[in-house]
């Protein structure tokens, strides 16, 4: 049996992230007393649920959060195996969010607003964030794309040896917080500028046979398969579960993607799980 602690800020998807584990078969139990983790999870290993994972759900109403390092100590010294998932967006996000759905702050009263009350849910949650196996930022992602990156996530870290995501993204609207290399494209010649090719994307023919052509996009692609070929494996002897490489341009839809693309084609033939997200595209 493994637990996920599942944490977050107030409106980054933290019910979500739990139904959609709960669909992968997942036992969930939400807004647990962090102070009962220890207790908890030795009661659930004497449950009937065999190899299935547990997840519990904890937010910054939960007391003692300061004493999390302590408790995570504990599970590991119980020989409980764990990992932490942690959910977090920009405050003008959160703050849209909130007053689309009308709902109230869990930290908020008359006396504090509600751009404080997120503040101060930052701090009270920090010992978790700081320990997060993962972290999602949702500032970019709706409630689908949430889900397929929970199941993405999840399941990266129960395959064997070391999985690959390369993702592309556009830097207008925010680097992926979750990366762990990001690579920019916007040196390189722009099918934006194209007429013929502004309307389509770097899985389009017309822009592939556009950017193959460009003798600095071989040389970027080059350079890249190099040096990712020499470094890969220097995670992967850290056993390091997945590697979540970005590539961005502009908007996120030509140089980018095609980037993204091409690369996933080459490592797909050395390596058993690589896979390829394109965060702007529909």
């Known amino acids: 049996m493994k637990l ?22 997942v036992y969930c139990v939400d807004n647990l007393p962090v102070g009962l983790l220890p207790a ?52 003008n996000i959160l ?23 997120i503040m101060r849910e930052r701090q009270l949650l920090e010992p978790v964030a700081s320990r997060a196996d993962i972290r999602i930022d949702t500032t970019h992602t709706h409630v689908h794309q949430l889900r397929d990156m929970i199941r993405l996530r999840v399941k990266l870290r129960h395959l064997p040896g070391l999985s690959l995501l390369f993702e592309s993204f556009g830097f207008k609207y925010g680097v992926p917080s979750d990366a762990d290399f ?8 722009n099918p934006h500028w194209e007429a013929g090719l502004r309307n389509l994307t770097g899985r389009d023919e017309p822009v592939i046979h556009f950017l193959q052509a460009q003798p600095k996009v071989q040389q970027m692609y080059a350079d890249l398969v190099k040096f990712l070929s020499d470094w890969i494996p220097q995670f992967e002897a850290e056993n390091r579960s997945y590697l979540t490489i970005t590539i ?18 080459f490592f797909s033939k050395q390596r058993a799980v690589v896979l390829v997200r394109h965060r702007e595209l529909p």
């Open 182 to 189: 990001v690579f920019d494209m916007r040196c390189l010649p």
């Open 40 to 91: 908890f999870a030795e009661q659930t290993t004497k449950m009937e649920i065999g190899e299935r994972c547990v997840a519990v759900g904890i937010d910054a109403r939960t007391v003692a959060l300061q004493d999390m390092p302590t408790l995570l100590q504990t599970l590991h010294d119980n020989h409980i195996l764990y990992e932490v998932m942690f959910l977090e967006a920009d405050d």
């Open 248 to 265: 961005g341009c502009t908007g996120g839809h030509h140089r980018s993607v095609f980037m993204a693309e091409q690369l996933t084609q």
């Open 4 to 25: 996920i602690i599942v944490s977050g800020l107030s409106g980054a998807g933290k019910t979500i992230a739990l139904n959609s584990l709960e669909d992968m078969d």
């Open 95 to 117: 703050i849209k969010r909130f007053s689309e759905t009308r709902r109230k702050h869990p930290l908020s009263t008359p006396n504090i607003p509600l751009a404080e009350a």
